[in-house]
């Protein structure tokens, strides 16, 4: 697996952005897929994750019905799409893959991406 995430920049808020990740690798499909985010001197923080089919997925309370997370696993491909973006959601964004399922910590996920920079104006 090797992660590749793009898609970051500068946006109002109340603007949209759409991330992208993309695996060079052949087993993406294998694995649980999840988007993470970091700011200067906190941990990292989990967004949002999705299983191996795309068919269930999960969310943070802080962007639960703002952000959503899908994948194709015939491009090799994970998404976020964010909406509605707030100025706290300025961070580093980092897409992740696991062998697990669902999960919501980042020690269960073996593979990063080298993070894109997500930036929300006031």
């Known amino acids: 697996v090797q992660l590749q995430a793009f898609g970051g920049g500068l946006v109002q808020a109340g603007g949209s952005l759409r991330l992208s990740c993309v695996d060079s690798?052949?087993?993406?499909?294998?694995?649980?897929m999840g988007w993470f985010r970091q700011t200067p001197g906190k941990d990292r923080e989990f967004v949002a994750t999705i299983d191996w089919s795309g068919s269930v997925s999960a969310y943070a309370d802080s962007v639960k019905g703002r952000f959503t997370i899908s994948r194709d696993n015939a491009k090799n491909a994970l998404y976020l799409q964010m909406n509605s973006l707030k100025p706290e959601d300025t961070a580093v964004y980092y897409c992740a893959a696991s062998p697990l399922l669902m999960r919501r910590d980042y020690g269960s996920y073996a593979y990063w991406g080298q993070g894109t920079q997500v930036t929300v104006s006031s």
């Open positions: 690798g052949r087993t993406f499909s294998h694995y649980g």
